[in-house]
């Protein structure tokens, strides 16, 4: 079995333990032991509560493009955007980044091309729109699922402190298996 390296905490109050990062940069306090060892993804199995978080995400999405005025087209690709980079990430828990990547890299360019045809564009201004829309996308989609990913991580850490929730639950499972029932 393989030990964890030891961590040197630096002290913010001694300079001489401050590591360098360049000239310009301020030096920077942290431990070893903080950082995370891998990023959080959207869970591939989730109770009612995370559904609940999904659809107030989406509404609040909803009402803002409302308050917006937004064509019903925005509604539509945006949606389908947030629920296509959720079921990516569910997918492909491993690598999620590369997930969402994925997926705005491909949605963004299919949904431009289509309305660009519907405008009447010509055929051959698609590749520009394709290309454009594959970097952009693949931005977007990496947003969006930072976005998605934190929705479930806030739900996963409030969730103790809701009603039924999980933490709870199985302490009090524990708790009345261990008495002795009083009913004869």
């Not at 000239?23 to 009612?48: C, D, H, I, M, N």
């Not at 989609?141 to 806030?154: D, Q």
């Not at 103790?160 to 261990?178: I, V």
Request: overall charge positive.
């Amino acid at each position: 079995m393989l030990e964890d390296p030891p961590v040197r905490v630096l002290s913010p109050l001694d300079p001489a333990q401050q590591p360098l990062v360049g000239p310009a940069l301020a030096p920077q306090w942290y431990s070893a032991a903080a950082l995370p060892t891998k990023p959080y993804v959207v869970p591939s199995r989730f109770g009612v509560s995370g559904i609940l978080a999904l659809m107030t995400g989406m509404a609040l999405l909803f009402g803002f493009l409302r308050f917006l005025e937004a064509p019903p087209v925005a509604f539509l690709f945006l949606g389908t955007m947030a629920l296509a980079i959720c079921i990516g990430q569910m997918v492909w828990g491993n690598v999620p980044r590369l997930a969402s990547v994925a997926v705005g890299a491909v949605l963004w360019p299919m949904f431009m091309s289509a309305a660009a045809l519907y405008e009447g564009a010509p055929v051959e201004a698609l590749f520009c729109t394709i290309i454009g829309g594959a970097l952009f996308g693949a931005f977007m989609g990496y947003i969006t699922g930072t976005c998605a990913a934190g929705t479930f991580l806030i739900m996963e850490k409030i969730d103790p402190y809701l009603p039924g929730g999980r933490s709870r639950a199985s302490h009090t499972t524990r708790k009345s298996a261990a008495k002795p029932s009083s009913i004869p």
